[in-house]
């Protein structure tokens, strides 16, 4: 483990922090596809999770590649602090709706504005539209870096 690297409790506390993430795909003959997008690092099954259409151009992506990565980072200039996950993905059409997609919303937008977001960008009452599903990758590989162990 190099001398800025963090462990993995410190990886795992900056995972579980609310920051926009960037998802990366492969994609045969392409560029990847890489969108800033929302997640939830769960520790107990060590996956980060995020939801998305199973039919949009990155679920069809996931679908294809069968693996993906996902950065966070810190935007403080002042402190250079990154982690990169990278894995097989699978995907859940039955999910927790309360946790993945209303619980998530809420963290990045607060309770009511990020229930309110989700409910009427991605719901009709009780149904999710656009086949959104739970999104699951599996960390086998890290990458991590934190200035401030530089000293």
Not at 44 to 53: A, D, K, M, P, V
Not at 84 to 105: A, Q
């Amino acid at each position: 483990m190099g001398v800025a690297t963090m462990t993995r409790a410190e990886r795992e506390a900056f995972l579980a922090e609310t920051r926009y993430g960037v998802l990366s795909v492969a994609r045969e003959g392409r560029g990847p596809v890489s969108v800033p997008i929302w997640h939830r690092w769960d520790a107990e099954h060590g996956e980060l999770r995020f939801t998305s259409g199973l039919y949009s151009k990155k679920g069809k992506a996931l679908v294809a590649a069968g693996r993906a990565s996902y950065t966070v980072h810190d935007p403080d200039l002042g402190r250079g602090r990154y982690v990169m996950v990278e894995g097989p993905v699978t995907y859940d059409e039955d999910f927790d709706i309360d946790v993945e997609l209303i619980g998530v919303g809420k963290r990045y937008q607060g309770d009511e504005r990020g229930e309110a977001y989700v409910r009427s960008t991605y719901m009709d009452g009780d149904k999710v539209l656009y086949h959104i599903v739970l999104w699951r990758i599996a960390a086998e590989t890290w990458l991590s870096f934190d200035t401030a162990k530089l000293g």
